[in-house]
């Protein structure tokens, strides 16, 4: 048989599973709890509390598309990685989206000085990635979501970042759709743990100085989140406008 015509074949078929979700609660995972909160941005914020704003205007805007939003770690305190999935389908979650922001490895991070405060950034590296895994059991599912978000993103103008395929050590992570920024990541505990189809979203570099800035304000969140319901429409979980 056709490779290509069995990858098609197999992609219809996820679509038609995933329109079967349009009406089924999303969860929205607000990456990371305040005892360990993340990364630290270029200007001294941490990234659970960037998670938690994006978080909570993309489930206002799913909301608005119809879709019940059930809010995963809103308050801080969940620990527990594996908790995070239970609890998104223990409330009926068809779909599983954590949202976090990126930073870079130690070794590119600068020191510098902001109102005081000794911090550290990286200029270099900006833009969203997606991860997925594939020891998730509705990998199909899972990708096609992902690669309609990264779509969509790029559609608003945002920027694909590249710095998740270069690591100190050699390895690669490996593409899974380079065009739409989605990374293959599979021991990421939220996502393999999940049963349902499930996507990492890194909104944005916060240890980037000017990208901190745009990530703040109000408009940069509400284009994510819109991106990010269009790219949910495409691929079925949110039902078409
Ligand atoms: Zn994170």
Known sequence: MNPMLTQAAGLAL???????????????DVGHYL????AISAHGVTEFEYNHALAAVLAARLASA????RLIGQRGEMADLRAR??????????????V????????????????GRAL???EGFAGFSLFVSRLNPRLDESLACASAIGAALRRAG??????????????ARPWADEANGVYFY???????????????????????????????????????????????QHCGVVAAP
């Open 14 to 28: 996820s679509l038609m599973a995933l329109q079967a979700l349009a009406g089924v609660p999303v969860a929205v």
């Open 35 to 38: 005892d360990k909160p993340g």
């Open 66 to 69: 119809g879709t019940p939003v």
């Open 85 to 98: 999935p239970r609890e998104a389908e223990a409330a009926g979650a068809g779909f599983f989206l954590s």
């Open 100 to 115: 976090h922001h990126d930073s870079v490895k130690e070794q590119y991070l600068q020191p510098w000085v902001w109102q």
């Open 120 to 122: 550290r950034h990286a």
């Open 158 to 171: 945002l920027p694909v970042a590249t710095h998740h395929g270069v690591s100190s050590e050699g390895v």
């Open 186 to 232: 599979d021991n990421l505990v939220v996502l393999k743990t999940a049963t349902v189809p499930a996507v990492l979203l890194e909104a944005g570099v916060i240890i980037n100085r000017d990208e901190e800035r745009a990530l703040a304000t109000p408009e940069r969140r509400a284009l994510t989140a819109e991106a990010v319901v269009d790219g949910l």
